[in-house]
């Protein structure tokens, strides 16, 4: 697209020797200096398009509903206790199962909520070479940048607040109605995943898809782009 190869020109021509000529026809490219933006405006363009884009995807995310409601990242049982649905279920006790997975993610959305100050930093500490590579990289680059420097501190900043969101939303409790009921049944392989690994990788999965698509409504919509800056530098 051609804004978005404008802001390659001007990155790339930030770390070039012959800086000013670069400028001034990456400048030529777009028109002369109408409607030009500065070296700092293309790098703080990007950084400020990603800071939007993992906003409004944690927003999205850190309400009721959020993750229950949304059939792309709902989470369901464990693969390992899908077995444990399909028997339950199958024996009438739809109303203990329901209530789990609510619970389950309910817990994710409560955490949802501490992931923007984790992007925000990685945003800020973007380099020179990260931005001519996600300029450079496919559509959700910006994506895989963040959950290539964040998802570590993810885990760690979500596991105790899901752990103790599960306690809160009573999914422990539902859980365990919802195991003993399984456990009842003849016969049955018992099964005990961990439930706090569990939501937390599956609340981290669902961030990055939101995530993944606000990236692609801003670098694809002009009317995502909420701010002049945006506008001036996406809209060349």
Known sequence: MKHFATILICLLAMSCTAEAQLLKKAKDLIGGDKG?????????GLKEALIQGTSKGVDLLSVTDGYLKNPEIKIPFPQEAQNVEKKLRGIGLD??????IE????AAEKAAVEAKD???????????????????????????????ETTTSLNAKFSPIIDGSLQEVGATKHW??????YNKIPFVKKVNPDLTAYVTEKAIEGLFVMIAKEELNIRENPAARATDLLKKVFGN
């Open 36 to 44: 030009a933006f500065t070296k700092e405006e293309a790098a703080n």
């Open 176 to 181: 365990g109605t919802v195991m003993n009921s």
């Open 103 to 106: 619970s389950l993610n309910r």
């Open 95 to 100: 109303k203990q199962v329901d209530e789990a």
């Open 118 to 148: 984790i992007f925000v930093g990685a945003i800020k500490g973007l380099t020179i070479t990260d931005a001519i590579n996600i300029v450079k990289g496919d559509k959700t680059a910006a994506t895989q940048f963040l959950q290539r």
